[in-house]
């Protein structure tokens, strides 16, 4: 079956870039979407079809995806964007998570 | 405003069944597909079954042959029939919506615990 991979933590410093990668075979020719997810919360969608934010998500929210490794990006990172971080791609017919990332912000 | 409301979370022993509901408004229902994603404390997210517009339905192979998802566009409601229940399944269930694949769940409800335990 189908894995996504992605790094259990992430941390990065207030008003620094973050970087969040998931892998999988081929990832590139598939399209990838980003969620996040604080305590007690139910998941947000931040990117989908690579690269699109849905309306109210923050432009420093930005995506990419090319051959095996899709990237959330977060320019400017601020405090209130600590949270768990999930990648999504459709495999033939299922849908595919990654293990999620926790992005640390100190 | 969009919402998605589940229910019908609840204990069960291992080996029973549960059916869960979720109930959606604020969007035309029948013209998105529909998700079930678990959630087991402290773990990530699992997808758990999906149905389409048109009725289709998708499950992992964790699930196959005990989850059934169907929806009933006329009340706007998506179910997940359950049988055969694992420890395994214990989890927030999340029902979320996508209006085409790929386009991401861009709404979730707030989840249903399913506890299942002796």
Request: one cysteine or more.
């Amino acid at each position: 079956s189908y894995e996504l991979t992605q790094p259990p933590s992430v941390s990065v410093s207030p008003g620094q870039t973050a970087s969040i990668t998931c892998s999988g075979d081929k990832l590139g020719d598939k399209y990838a979407c980003w969620y996040h997810q604080k305590p007690g919360q139910s998941p947000v969608l931040i990117i989908y079809q690579d690269t699109k934010r849905p309306s109210g998500i923050p432009e420093r929210f930005s995506g990419s995806n090319s051959g095996n490794t899709a990237t959330l990006t977060i320019s400017g990172t601020q405090a209130m964007d600590e949270a768990d971080y999930y990648c999504q791609a459709w495999d033939s017919n299922t849908v595919v998570f990654g293990g999620g990332t926790k992005l640390t912000v100190l | 405003e969009v919402q998605l409301v589940e229910s019908g979370g609840g204990l069960v022993q291992p080996g029973g069944s549960l059916r869960l509901s979720c109930a959606a408004s604020g969007f035309t229902f029948s013209s998105y597909d529909m998700h079930w994603v678990r959630q087991a404390t402290g773990k990530g997210l699992e997808w758990v079954s999906g149905i389409g517009v048109a009725g289709d339905t998708y499950y992992p192979g964790s699930v196959k042959g005990r989850f059934t998802i169907s929806r009933e566009n006329a009340k706007n409601s998506l179910y997940l029939q359950m049988n055969s229940l694992r420890a395994g399944d214990t989890a927030v269930y999340y029902c979320a919506r996508e209006e085409r694949r790929n386009s991401g769940f861009d709404y979730w409800g707030q989840g249903t615990l399913v506890t299942v335990s002796s």
